[in-house]
């Protein structure tokens, strides 16, 4: 209700307001009238645009609405003066005013050739004009951008005049804004030129908002009515009129047709449009930020990730470095081109005593021995070859800082670094004592390990080249062959501890005797060879001959004995004795046992003889392993006297061989060659038992003889002395006292418990030990005092001429006296003439044993000429 009122009090308001302007403008105007004689029209044509919402179209009906119809009526209203406002094609608007049928014509522009005929109000609305064109075009922003284009107009409108006069001349004309619109929105066309106000109202009205965009105003055009220009008297009456049209009632018709004001709407077209922008830009902003929300998002994660490699480096680079520093091998990087050290593990500065010397300081070339085979030449090869990439392993003599060297075994390999640079990647292994054994080995195998001579292989080679020398220069090569005279002896007696020491002495010697070019090899036991190369004549090789017996006489003390080595020696020439090794050292051989034949500490130069010689030696100690089942033994028996009474006491065994082709061959002959082969021991137990079974039948046969028995060192060292004994005693039922055993010196004194041990048990048998060839051995009482012997038989090299011999006659004595006093019965073998027996008897000695009173024989003879006939 209070709304009501209100618009009643307001029209009210309006209605006495129009009253009072109407009189005043009858006031106003009487005068004029009066002056120009001019009564004002009772009524007046306006013409229009009929097009031009919302100033003025026309509605469903046909019936003009808008704006300008309102204010036209209000005018009218106002002023009294009826208003035929005729809606038209503009162009037969402008038509009809430009021919006086219109007293009036507005929404019209104000151009040059229109003010020439038209008197324009004031303008009424600002309307800008810009072109619409379809939002999916893009590139259109000013008039130059039209040109291409067939631009849509309305008939008549300014803006034809206005694109003509820039050039464009592609203009489609339309009846209407609205035809202009319907075109566009049908495609037809796709550009046009409209005055804003109706564009946006009349794309509001079809709903196309979305589908038209529109550039920045070509121009601004100003709403004016206008009457020609030679109508003074009207122009002030339409302005009369409508300065009685207040503001706010223009306002509200405007707002009215709108729904609020033209410019508001402008305003709120330009608040839309920069709410889109604002949009955009809060919609670009809010992208920004989210972009840049992730971004720190992912450079934090980057930045965490990065921090976690980095960690991970820095441990994975500790343990790297825990490891480069910590492994067994030296590793280091070079540039193959400079060989300069780049990097290195602490092995590395261990292994070649680098200490803290900066690596920069350091190239490999420090780091080799730089002797040949190892030399600059070598190690160029292997690395260019590395270089090249092919990954190489050698052996290396190698140099510490200090100048040492040392071996190592290198492994070397092209390393590509991310710098893109190549460099070597080398891991070394310390192999000194791999090397050392390896050289160590080698040695061994040409090398004999007691005196480090070399040994046959060795040897073989030297002679090989010495005889290609000699023949190349002409010359000889002599090959001497050596054997120790006595190194059974020592090693038998004095054990091998001394046997070696005695051959380490020998071999010692002999290298003060020969050039540094000769030769001197150890073929095992006590053999010896000695090349000489490039030798004159046999003279030279005599005086080396020389030299080597007048070197290795002196004695030397093994074990607090003095030993005497003598060597024999044989000797086979190139070319003269052969052209190869092994014919020179058979001949050499052959040479050597000449030599010893011819009474040891001797030499021989090969002669044919020689050879014949050394085959028999061969034949003979083969033989000799078939001569025991073959039945070849025999025993001879020679007989032994009490001097006291002149009577046949017992007989010592002394073995025989009858070989088929040689006949009787001496034991002093065969008996060395079965110690060396060990069948003196079966050889040994056979004589046990025949010399037994023999005494044994003796004494059946009514003669009390003792048996006395030779025994060999080895017996006591390998075989079963003791049942061996036992075994002949029983088989033969001899009382063991009736068997004496003749012990050497040497055994005596070889290792001292068990020839006790087994003294003692043999004596514990009941059997008597006598100690053979007394006085050539090491002749010593304090043996005789320890072992239970009960004889000691004096050799016959002091025997044999005691009689004219006084230092033997001297030592004679002394062993009998001696002997007598240790209680032990004495025996002179070797007794050849009764002179001797005379001395003997003279000096107290027991028994006698000697060619005198018979030699060795066989059992019947021994039978017969001894125990049946007496000796004197
Ligand atoms: N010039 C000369 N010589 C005399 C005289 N009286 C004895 N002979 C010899 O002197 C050697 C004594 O034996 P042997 O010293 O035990 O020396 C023996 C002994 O060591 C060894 N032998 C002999 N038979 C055996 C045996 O059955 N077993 C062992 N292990 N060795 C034996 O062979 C060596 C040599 O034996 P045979 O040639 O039989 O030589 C015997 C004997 O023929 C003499 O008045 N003048």
């Given at each position: 209700m209070r709304v009501d009122a209100g618009r009643w009090g307001v029209a009210l308001l309006d209605r006495t307001r129009t009253c009072v302007v109407a009189l005043c403008l009858v006031v106003m105007l009487a005068p004029v009238a009066r002056a120009e004689e001019v009564a004002p029209p009772q009524s007046i044509i306006v013409v229009t645009d009929d097009n031009y919402p919302p100033y003025i179209f026309r509605d469903q009906d046909g019936r003009l609405q808008g704006i300008l119809r309102d204010l036209w009526s209000l005018w009218s209203e106002r002023t009294g003066i009826a208003v035929d406002l005729q809606g038209l094609d503009w162009a037969e608007a402008q038509r009809r005013m430009a021919a006086g049928q219109a007293d009036a014509i507005d929404t019209v522009f104000r151009t040059e050739a229109r003010e020439r005929v038209l008197a324009f109000s004031a303008p009424y609305a600002t309307l800008d004009v810009p072109i619409f064109f379809h939002s999916d075009l893009s590139g259109i922003v000013d008039v130059t951008s039209l040109k291409g284009f067939t631009i849509g107009a309305k008939d008549g409108d300014a803006c034809v005049d206005w694109l003509k006069a820039r050039g464009i001349a592609s203009i489609r004309p339309y009846p209407s804004y609205e035809a202009i619109i319907d075109a566009m929105a049908a495609r037809e066309t796709l550009v046009a030129c409209i005055d804003k106000p109706p564009a946006l109202y009349l794309m509001y009205k079809k709903g196309m908002q979305d589908v038209l965009r529109h550039t920045q105003p070509l121009y601004s055009g100003q709403f004016h009515w206008a009457v020609a220009k030679d109508r003074p008297e009207l122009m002030h009456v339409l302005r009369q009129g409508f300065d009685l049209i207040s503001p706010r009632e223009r306002q509200a018709i405007e707002e009215r047709w709108f729904g609020f004001s033209l410019n508001d709407r402008v305003q709120a077209e330009v608040w839309r449009e920069m709410g889109k922008y604002v949009l955009a830009v809060l919609a670009v902003a809010l992208l920004l930020l989210i972009w840049n929300w992730l971004l720190r998002r992912q450079v934090a994660h980057k930045t965490q990730s990065l921090t976690l490699a980095l960690d991970e480096l820095a441990e994975s680079e500790g343990r790297f470095r825990t490891i480069f520093d910590h492994v067994n091998d030296a590793i280091f990087i070079h540039r193959a081109d400079t060989g300069r050290l780049l990097m290195v593990n602490q092995r590395m500065r261990d292994m070649?005593?680098?200490?803290?010397?900066?690596?920069?300081?350091?190239?490999?070339?420090?780091?080799?021995?730089?002797?040949?085979?190892?030399?600059?030449?070598?190690?160029?090869?292997w690395l260019r070859a590395a270089a090249a990439g092919q990954p190489q392993q050698f052996d290396w003599h190698a140099r510490r800082l200090d100048g040492s060297l040392f071996w190592v075994e290198v492994s070397m390999r092209l390393a590509r670094f991310s710098d893109g640079q190549n460099r070597l990647l080398v891991v070394v292994r310390d192999i000194t004592e791999r090397k050392n054994a390896q050289d160590r080995l080698e040695f061994m195998a040409h090398h004999d390990p007691l005196t480090e001579l070399p040994n046959r292989l060795l040897l073989q080679d030297r002679v090989d080249r010495a005889i290609a020398l000699a023949e190349r220069e002409g010359r000889r090569v002599a090959l001497m062959f050596l054997d120790l005279d006595q190194f059974k002896t020592v090693n038998d007696s004095l054990g091998h501890a001394a046997g070696d020491r005695l051959?380490?002495?020998?071999?010692?010697?002999?290298?003060?005797?020969?050039?540094?070019?000769?030769?001197?090899?150890?073929?095992?036991?006590?053999?010896?060879?000695?090349?000489?190369?490039?030798?004159?004549?046999?003279?030279?090789?005599?005086?080396?001959?020389?030299?080597?017996?007048?070197?290795?006489?002196?004695?030397?003390?093994?074990?607090?004995?003095?030993?005497?080595?003598?060597?024999?020696?044989?000797?086979?020439?190139?070319?003269?004795?052969?052209?190869?090794?092994?014919?020179?050292?058979?001949?050499?051989?052959?040479?050597?046992?000449?030599?010893?034949?011819?009474?040891?500490?001797?030499?021989r130069f090969f002669a044919a003889r020689m050879n014949a010689d050394a085959v028999a030696h061969l034949a003979l100690r083969s033989g000799l392993h078939r001569a025991l089942e073959r039945g070849e033994f025999q025993l001879y028996f020679q007989p032994q006297v009490s001097l006291a009474g002149g009577a046949v006491v017992g007989a010592e065994a002394l073995i025989r061989w009858n070989h088929p082709e040689r006949g009787l061959v001496s034991p002093a002959e065969f008996i060395p060659v079965a110690e060396d082969s060990g069948l003196i021991v079966p050889m040994g137990d056979w004589v046990l038992r025949q010399a037994c079974r023999q005494a044994a039948l003796w004494q059946a046969g009514g003669h009390a003889l003792t048996m006395a028995v030779n025994l060999s060192a080895l017996q006591f060292r390998r075989g079963d002395l003791e049942r061996a004994v036992r075994e002949a005693l029983e088989e033969s039922g001899l009382a063991p006292h009736s068997?004496?055993?003749?012990?050497?010196?040497?055994?005596?004194?070889?290792?001292?418990?068990?020839?006790?041990?087994?003294?003692?048990?043999?004596?514990?048998?009941?059997?008597?030990?006598?100690?053979?060839?007394?006085?050539?051995?090491?002749?010593?009482?304090?043996y005789l005092k320890r072992f239970a012997v009960d004889k000691l038989k004096i050799d016959q090299s002091f025997v044999r001429d005691v009689h004219t011999d006084t230092d033997n006659a001297a030592i004679t004595q002394a062993i009998i006296q001696m002997a007598h006093s240790l209680k032990l019965e004495v025996i002179a073998e070797g007794v050849e003439v009764t002179e001797v027996v005379e001395f003997l008897r003279h000096h107290g000695c027991d028994l006698a044993q000697g060619f005198l009173y018979g030699r060795p024989m066989t059992a019947q003879r021994f039978e017969k000429t001894v125990l049946d006939g007496p000796i004197s």
């Open positions: 070649y005593g680098m200490g803290d010397l900066p690596v920069d300081r350091i190239d490999v070339g420090m780091c080799s021995a730089g002797v040949s085979p190892y030399g600059a030449a070598e190690a160029q090869v051959l380490k002495d020998v071999a010692w010697r002999l290298r003060q005797c020969v050039r540094e070019s000769d030769t001197i090899a150890r073929l095992g036991g006590d053999e010896f060879v000695i090349v000489l190369n490039a030798v004159r004549d046999a003279d030279g090789v005599v005086e080396v001959a020389e030299k080597i017996h007048k070197s290795v006489a002196p004695p030397i003390t093994i074990e607090g004995q003095e030993v005497t080595s003598t060597l024999s020696m044989g000797i086979a020439m190139f070319p003269e004795d052969g052209h190869d090794f092994d014919t020179l050292m058979k001949k050499a051989d052959a040479a050597m046992y000449h030599a010893k034949e011819s009474g040891r500490s001797t030499y068997l004496e055993l003749e012990l050497t010196e040497s055994i005596m004194i070889q290792d001292h418990e068990a020839v006790m041990d087994m003294t003692r048990r043999l004596g514990a048998l009941g059997v008597q030990l006598s100690i053979d060839d007394f006085g050539t051995g090491y002749s010593s009482m304090a």
